[in-house]
């Protein structure tokens, strides 16, 4: 059995980490350099840097952040926000960035996943999928939005994920926008219905709010790795504590060492 992964999150703007609920009201959490630091210490199995006003701002990613982050931490860093050609790949893979998230322009161009599969390789492209449930009874579901949660594509979320997959993306960061940020716990219909849908992993990501919360999407929801934020952020939780809880329920983790 493949080991599951706790992986926290570092939304960045304007150069600091920030936290906030169904994408808005956001709130300041600290220096993205001091936290990765302290999350590869700590034990974390991955770590993902996403820069969330980047395509909004319609600037690419902050380079030099990107790279004094990568210089703290040993473990692998996803680095998304603002990618949008083939070059932004490269340059975030050159600043330290082991695997690069790419949202909104994939939705724009999905030929740039085929592409940048095809030359750095499937196991470094993740494809972000932020999703939000339609309120149509008749027609029930997800939806993809881009644009850091602005803009409703009207696409269906399973199907863009089956799509993504067939053109070569070798992970899916799923998030619900119902959950973020709630901590009332992840949207295991949501999460779960992706990863039966695919056969590469899938990282659940919005709603942490406890370590059941944890477990129940590792488990119920398909998820191979949990994505955290304001719940490690804020001091709520250790990455310790999570893996001692997962570790006494037999699940197989990566070992704090």
Same mark, same amino acid.
């Given at each position: 059995?493949?080991?599951? &992964?706790?992986?926290?999150?570092?939304?960045? $703007?304007?150069?600091?980490?920030?936290?906030?609920?169904?994408?808005?009201?956001?709130?300041?959490?600290?220096?993205?350099?001091?936290?990765? $630091?302290?999350?590869?210490?700590?034990?974390?199995? *991955?770590?993902?840097?996403?820069?969330?006003?980047? +395509?909004?701002?319609?600037?690419?990613?902050?380079?030099?952040?990107?790279?004094?982050?990568? *210089? #703290?931490?040993?473990?692998? %860093? !996803?680095?998304?926000?603002?990618?949008?050609?083939?070059?932004?790949?490269?340059?975030?893979?050159?600043?330290?960035?082991?695997?690069?998230?790419? @949202?909104?322009?994939?939705?724009?161009?999905?030929?740039?996943?085929?592409?940048?599969?095809?030359?750095?390789?499937?196991?470094?492209?993740?494809?972000?999928?932020?999703?939000? #449930?339609?309120?149509?009874?008749? @027609?029930?579901?997800?939806?993809?939005?881009?644009?850091?949660?602005?803009?409703?594509?009207?696409?269906?979320?399973? &199907?863009?994920?089956?799509?993504?997959?067939?053109?070569?993306?070798?992970?899916?960061?799923? +998030?619900?926008?119902?959950?973020?940020?709630?901590?009332?716990?992840?949207?295991?219909?949501? +999460?779960?219905?992706?990863? #039966?849908?695919?056969?590469?992993?899938?990282?659940?990501?919005?709603?942490?709010?406890?370590?059941?919360?944890?477990?129940?999407?590792? +488990?119920?929801? $398909?998820?191979? !790795?949990?994505?955290?934020?304001? %719940?490690?952020?804020?001091? #709520?939780? !250790?990455?310790?504590?999570?893996?001692?809880? %997962?570790?006494?329920?037999?699940?197989?983790? &990566?070992?704090?060492?």
């Amino acid at each position: 059995m493949l080991a599951k &992964r706790i992986l926290p999150c570092l939304d960045v $703007k304007a150069g600091r980490v920030v936290k906030g609920v169904n994408f808005v009201d956001i709130k300041d959490a600290g220096d993205p350099v001091e936290l990765a $630091k302290a999350y590869n210490d700590a034990g974390a199995d *991955e770590l993902a840097f996403l820069d969330i006003t980047a +395509t909004h701002e319609g600037r690419s990613t902050i380079i030099d952040v990107v790279y004094r982050t990568a *210089e #703290q931490v040993f473990i692998p %860093l !996803t680095v998304g926000g603002g990618i949008q050609s083939l070059e932004n790949v490269k340059d975030l893979l050159r600043a330290g960035a082991d695997k690069v998230s790419i @949202n909104s322009a994939a939705v724009r161009n999905p030929d740039l996943i085929n592409q940048a599969s095809d030359r750095f390789g499937n196991q470094c492209i993740v494809i972000a999928i932020d999703a939000r #449930q339609r309120k149509d009874s008749n @027609n029930p579901g997800w939806d993809v939005y881009v644009r850091g949660g602005r803009e409703n594509t009207g696409i269906d979320a399973l &199907r863009w994920a089956q799509e993504v997959e067939k053109r070569g993306a070798g992970e899916l960061l799923v +998030t619900s926008m119902d959950a973020d940020g709630t901590q009332a716990g992840y949207d295991l219909e949501l +999460t779960r219905a992706i990863a #039966q849908s695919v056969e590469i992993p899938v990282i659940a990501s919005g709603g942490a709010g406890n370590c059941q919360h944890i477990y129940e999407v590792l +488990t119920t929801g $398909k998820a191979e !790795t949990a994505l955290l934020a304001s %719940l490690l952020h804020y001091g #709520q939780i !250790t990455v310790t504590e999570i893996k001692d809880y %997962l570790s006494d329920r037999q699940l197989a983790i &990566r070992p704090v060492s």
